[in-house]
């Protein structure tokens, strides 16, 4: 094993050390349109105490402005037109908004960017046109919400109806606050409900963008109503809310936790909940080490390592354990951390000041532990939250590093001998969000997909999702599912109808 030159990624602190203007020379920053609460479609002042160094100033909305968007929400929903309209004229309208999100697509990203500190290229060319893609999708569903003829015993017909939830509460984490926004909108719209929408304090910016262009694509007042704000206010008020039939939280376990009990003392709303992970990927000895290299660095420092499903455990077999692990390292030398608007860029800063000191944290407890540090394990610079791609190996399970999730770009390589002791140190957590398996043999291959306990596994691939692929946790990833028509059934419930048949001539 070699240990990481940092020389290449040293020098990108010089950027890394200015303010967002260095970006101009990579992209025109336009100015921040949106900064106000979106509420039954007007926007308002409201007290705005910022903490910390910000864009510029962003309204926060509290338990009072949580109460008046979902007075909105109830009213749209229980008297407006949304729910009422056929599903081909909710679609029309869906579609239509998807057209405005394409046609604002560069200054979209350019707030993902400025905003989360995501790279500006992969905003632009994936997830915004990503948010559209999922517009599109629902839409098409909107008109083929199906209910079914009972059989009944005795004298009796039957049928179902499927009918949208009503107010839905979403609270958007701050790692992909567009994917996120979309996720949960898309099929609730789709559905006929009404939304009130909390993005992370962290990245509101985007989400009050999408609320006006919402209102441009004809969805009525009241419809979707954006509260920026914290979670212990807003999102408080929002999972304990009386008058919200459902919310759907995208976040950690222990905030996750929170959100059933409120809902749970308040009116049992149901919930949905997509949470931590610390996702396992299984490399066996036939695997091409090439590919299999790239799938694991991708897996875990893709978007600053900031992702759910981040491959942060890389089991790797025995056989080809060391060449896996120079692959890995040279990868790391090649990876350019600094200014997101940078084409030559590949990892922008942590989201903000309290993810940076965590991250850091960990990486400190890997070294006291007892983990091999190969790579990186410093800051970059002295301003910004910029962190070096770092790789431990000779990881235990019990390390904090291989237990607890980092949300961050930390990888904990550990090797392997049989697929059977793989399998049992791949389950050894309380999570299952993700899981992916390298090999040429699909036997092996069946059989890890089949007994990881997660909710999604990869196959000689990793992060690959589509709108059209549910997926979830297992344990305490949480449970519901997004994306596919899982998730949109998630915003509607069933009604049977029942009716006596007099003098049939047959049952």
């Known amino acids: ?78 008297n407006g037109p949304w729910p009422r309209l056929s599903g081909s004229e909710r679609g029309r309208i869906l579609m239509k908004f998807a057209d405005l999100i394409e046609q604002n697509i560069e200054e979209l990203a350019t707030l993902e960017a400025i905003n989360g500190g995501k790279l500006f290229s992969l905003c632009k060319f994936m997830e915004v046109p990503g948010a559209a893609m999922t517009l599109r999708y629902y839409a098409g569903a909107a008109d083929k919400i199906y209910g079914t003829v009972l059989k009944l015993s005795k004298g009796l017909q039957g049928y179902t109806l499927r009918e949208p939830i009503g107010v839905v509460g979403a609270i958007l984490p701050w790692n992909f606050p567009t994917t996120m926004f979309f996720i949960k909108a898309a099929p609730a719209l789709a559905a006929g409900c009404t939304m009130v929408v909390k993005p992370a304090e962290q990245t509101p910016l985007s989400a009050l963008y999408y609320a006006h262009l919402a209102k441009l694509a004809g969805i009525p007042d009241g419809v979707v109503n ?48 997509e949470l931590g992970g610390k996702s396992p990927l299984l490399i066996f000895d036939d695997a091409d080490v090439d590919e299999a290299a790239k799938f694991a660095f991708d897996g875990i420092f893709t978007s600053k390592g900031e992702i759910c499903v ?7 077999q025995e056989g080809i354990y060391d060449k896996i692990v120079n692959k890995l390292i040279e990868k790391a030398n090649a990876w350019v951390v600094g200014d997101p608007f940078d084409p030559q860029v590949n990892q922008g800063p942590q989201t903000d000041k309290n993810q940076f000191e965590k991250i850091l944290s960990y990486i400190e407890h890997g070294k006291r532990e007892g983990a091999t540090l190969l790579t990186g394990g410093n800051r970059i610079g002295q301003k910004g939250y910029y962190i070096q791609p770092t790789i431990f190996a000779d990881v ?51 059989t890890v997909s089949r007994s990881i306990r997660a909710g999604v596994v990869w196959m000689n691939c990793y992060l690959l999702l589509d709108v059209g692929c549910p997926y979830g946790g297992y344990k305490m990833s949480g449970f519901g599912r997004e994306n596919g028509m899982d998730s949109f059934n998630e915003y509607l419930q069933t009604k049977s109808v029942v009716t006596p048949i007099h003098d049939s001539p047959w049952h």
């Not at 970006?23 to 926007?43: A, C, H, R, W, Y």
């Not at 981040?310 to 790797?316: E, Q, T």
Request: proline share 3%.
């Open 1 to 78: 094993m070699r240990k990481i030159n940092t020389e290449r990624n040293l020098k990108m602190a010089d950027h890394c050390n200015g303010s967002s203007q260095s970006s101009e020379s990579f992209v025109n920053i336009p100015p921040i349109k949106f900064t106000k609460l979106f509420i039954d479609g007007k926007t308002f002042e409201a007290i705005d105490p910022r903490s910390g160094e910000a864009i510029t100033r962003v309204s926060e909305g509290d338990k009072e402005d949580v109460d008046l968007a979902v007075k909105a929400a109830r009213l749209a929903f229980d």
């Open 310 to 316: 981040a491959s942060s455990r890389i089991y790797v």
């Open 396 to 446: 235990k399970e019990d390390m904090i590093i291989a237990k607890e999730e980092i949300f961050g770009p930390v990888m904990s390589l550990m090797k392997f001998k049989t697929m059977e002791e793989a399998i049992k140190r791949a389950n050894d957590t309380t999570y299952g969000l993700a899981a992916g398996v390298i090999t040429k043999d699909l036997n092996v291959a069946n």
């Open 226 to 273: 954006v509260v920026n704000g914290f979670g212990e206010t807003a999102g408080a008020a929002i999972s304990s809310h009386m008058d919200i039939d459902k919310v759907s939280f995208t976040g950690s376990t222990e905030v996750g936790r929170k959100i059933m009990m409120a809902a749970a003392a308040s009116n049992l709303k149901p919930v949905s909940l």
